[in-house]
């Protein structure tokens, strides 16, 4: 990265825009204001006080370090087309009381130590929000690019919102309370960054699209690592995400992908809630057992609470208390090709309908799979291998010749086409679908059941039981369609 920098810092210095040194304990501010857009700004190695950026500007801290205070940021950037790049930024961590102090001296007219000036009743209500935190980094300009950062010790390190273009590259955020909190944002994309050790979440977005989280580091954090609310068209590719709570969180969040991530020692790896439509494949899903609340609970994966549409395949989850798991009123999702080895529970599935669980391979896991109070679809022309399976296969069509009851849970389930070597094909995802609107046609309201014909057997049940009671919203139900996203 210093030889990326130094070109950088190269072409820069070689561009007709003004390049101006600033020296510590020089004014930046004085300096920023007198610039014209498209000037640089480089501030040498040493402290540095905090400054806004009003206009076009690049500013590169060459060593530079600058330290934040109460509702001081180190950087405020309020205009679009900037260029942050090279400054390391101590936080600050205080509790509420303080914030709301420092807001009451302001609008009372008084002063505070950790800041100049003052602030009449007047300039109270346009200059001061009492909902921003105590953050180091503040930008509510487009186009904005923050780059070879380093924050420690912030409430947040950096808050965004309402922006469009945001890019931070080769950055850390440490011992943060919250790494970076985007909110209503569009375009985002955060690569080759560290998210390490906050309190709270290492990212934070929320009403936000088109989103892109690639090659970051996302380790230690208390609760998320990667936290998505209410988003669309995200995609989180090749992270890896350690040791959080939760690694990765789609909360309401639709139509987007998490591919090729290593998500290790997390209670949950991967976690979808009230979302749908989205991709999850290619992931390596290790043990996620942890004991600070339970001892050895983890999970590699799980779609919960009334998620719909989303398509799980060709992921490894393995050494995880649950590898793979469905819960809470969900239905059509798909299982598909996944490698499901050295489990408590290979899958478990738990008070859903409608869901296809096919072509997986379940090997040396304690329990291959658990079926409670679901409608769940064990095969369709072909179901899943199972290294307990015990049956033979007469015929040499690959398919076993007895079904595999599904050893756990209060339903009574079976995959009727277990298969008896490995499922190593290729997964084509519209393939997937297809299957989804063939199979997926319980219908809870009047409890029938699909039946075993020639092409194939979805579910079967020899013992009649009433239906579990579901509350289908179908409000929340959403089809699959071809998406674009709309900024």
Not at 199 to 220: P, Q, Y
Not at 343 to 362: E, P, S, T
Not at 433 to 445: Q, S, V
């Amino acid at each position: 990265m210093g030889a990326i920098r130094i070109a950088i810092l190269l072409a820069l210095l070689s561009s007709p825009a003004l390049a101006l040194h600033i020296l510590p304990g020089q004014d930046v501010q004085s300096a920023i204001d007198s610039a014209s857009p498209g000037d640089i700004l480089i501030l040498e190695a040493g402290e540095h006080r905090p400054f806004v950026v009003d206009r076009p500007l690049t500013l590169i801290g060459d060593g530079a370090f600058i330290r934040s205070d109460v509702q001081s940021p180190a950087i405020t950037v309020r205009s679009d087309s900037v260029r942050i790049e090279g400054f390391s930024i101590a936080g600050v961590k205080r509790p509420s009381e303080e914030k709301f102090k420092y807001y009451m001296e302001r609008y009372q007219g008084g002063s505070s130590g950790g800041t100049s000036g003052t602030s009449t009743p007047a300039t109270f209500a346009g200059s001061l929000r009492l909902d921003l935190p105590n953050a180091a980094v503040l930008v509510f300009g487009s186009n904005v690019t923050l780059e070879n950062m380093s924050v420690r010790d912030a409430e947040v390190g950096v808050f965004a919102e309402d922006l469009n273009d945001l890019l931070i590259n080769d950055s850390t955020f440490q011992n943060c309370k919250t790494g970076l909190l985007i909110l209503r944002s569009s375009n985002v994309s955060i690569i080759s960054s560290e998210m390490i050790g906050c309190e709270k979440a290492g990212l934070n977005a929320s009403n936000s699209r088109t989103f892109t989280v690639d090659g970051c580091s996302v380790i230690n954090n208390t609760h998320a690592g990667l936290f998505f609310r209410n988003c669309e068209d995200i995609d989180v590719s090749g992270n890896t995400l350690s040791k959080n709570s939760e690694g990765l969180v789609f909360w309401g969040t639709n139509h987007s992908s998490a591919t090729g991530n290593r998500a290790d020692l997390n209670y949950y790896g991967i976690l979808l809630a009230d979302s749908h439509n989205n991709t999850i494949s290619g992931n390596t899903l290790i043990n996620n057992r942890r004991s600070e609340i339970v001892s050895g609970f983890g999970v590699g994966m799980s779609v919960q609470a009334n998620s719909s549409y989303n398509l799980v395949f060709k992921n490894t989850a393995s050494n995880n208390y649950n590898g793979l798991e469905i819960t809470e009123n969900c239905q059509r999702n798909a299982l598909c090709g996944n490698n499901i080895s050295r489990n408590m529970h290979g899958v478990r599935v738990d008070k859903n309908w409608n869901n296809l669980i096919y072509r997986n391979n379940f090997v040396d896991n304690v329990i291959s799979a658990y079926d409670n109070q679901t409608k769940s679809i064990w095969n369709t022309t072909v179901g899943n291998y199972y290294s307990d399976y015990r049956g033979s296969d007469g015929d040499g069509d690959g398919i076993g010749d007895t079904p595999y009851t599904i050893p756990k849970g209060s339903s009574v389930a079976a995959d009727y086409r277990p298969l008896v070597v490995p499922f190593t094909g290729e997964i084509d995802p519209d393939e997937i679908l297809e299957d989804i609107k063939r199979y997926a046609h319980y219908n809870p309201e009047e409890g029938s059941t699909i039946r075993v014909n020639d092409s194939g057997a979805a579910i079967k049940y020899t013992t009649r039981r009433g239906p579990p009671v579901f509350e289908e919203n179908t409000n929340t139900l959403v089809e699959r369609p071809p998406f674009t996203p709309v900024i």
